[in-house]
């Protein structure tokens, strides 16, 4: 299965979840692998909110990422 595939099929699983999931969120704890689900969701529902649990053992790098993303409507 090529990569263009893998992301298609992602994006199908997302959008059926998306259909039997009303109202949706999502958590992310803004690491890598979160932030590729994140930008696959706001891409098929842009005002989707993102919800980030503060467990205060973040680094100050994740917070000020966290903060970045949100200024950039991520």
């Known amino acids: 299965m090529t990569l263009q595939q893998k992301i298609e099929e ?3 699983l997302i ?6 999931a009303e109202p949706a969120c ?4 803004f690491q890598t692998e979160c ?3 994140v930008h696959m969701l ?4 842009p005002a989707i909110p993102v ?12 917070i000020a ?3 970045s ?3 950039r409507g991520i």
């Open 35 to 37: 932030m590729v689900l």
């Open 10 to 12: 992602a994006r199908g």
């Open 65 to 67: 990422y966290r903060d």
């Open 42 to 45: 706001h891409r098929e529902r």
């Open 51 to 62: 919800l980030f649990l503060d467990t205060g053992y973040h680094f100050t790098e994740t």
């Open 26 to 29: 999502v958590t992310s704890s």
């Open 15 to 20: 959008l059926e979840q998306l259909d039997v």
């Open 69 to 71: 993303m949100a200024a």
